[in-house]
């Protein structure tokens, strides 16, 4: 199985910029899915970003136009770069990879990483 970990979080003022990493323990080359999620105090968690195995990526909407996933599979590493951050996109931030093979098909999750942004 395949162990996720997350580092970059931080406080951060309103309109700064983070970039969080997920290192994983094995080749993410083609087999995984990776994706960022949140969940903020009080509320359920979200999708944030994901990106396949090919790079193709999605966005929720209220990232769009701030914040950028990428991976590099040499380095079992997904980024998601986040710019111009807003007081609301306070959470802890997970990384989850989704196996899309057998066996052992199926989502692993990060620890996760706190991020607060405050003045």
């Known amino acids: 199985q395949v162990q996720l970990v997350e580092s970059g979080g931080g406080l951060v003022q309103p309109g700064g910029s983070l970039r969080l990493s997920c290192v994983a323990s094995r080749n993410i080359a083609t087999v995984y899915d990776m994706s960022w999620y949140r969940r903020a105090p009080g509320k359920q968690r979200e999708l944030v970003a994901g990106i396949s195995s090919l790079g193709s990526t999605n966005y929720a909407d209220f990232v769009k136009g701030r914040f950028t996933i990428s991976r590099d599979n040499d380095k079992n590493t997904v980024y998601l770069q986040m710019n111009n951050l807003k007081p609301e996109d306070t959470a802890v931030y997970y990384c989850?990879?989704?196996?899309?093979?057998?066996?052992?098909?199926?989502?692993?999750w990060g620890q996760g990483t706190q991020v607060t942004v405050s003045s």
């Open positions: 989850k990879a989704y196996k899309l093979t057998v066996p052992n098909r199926g989502d692993y």
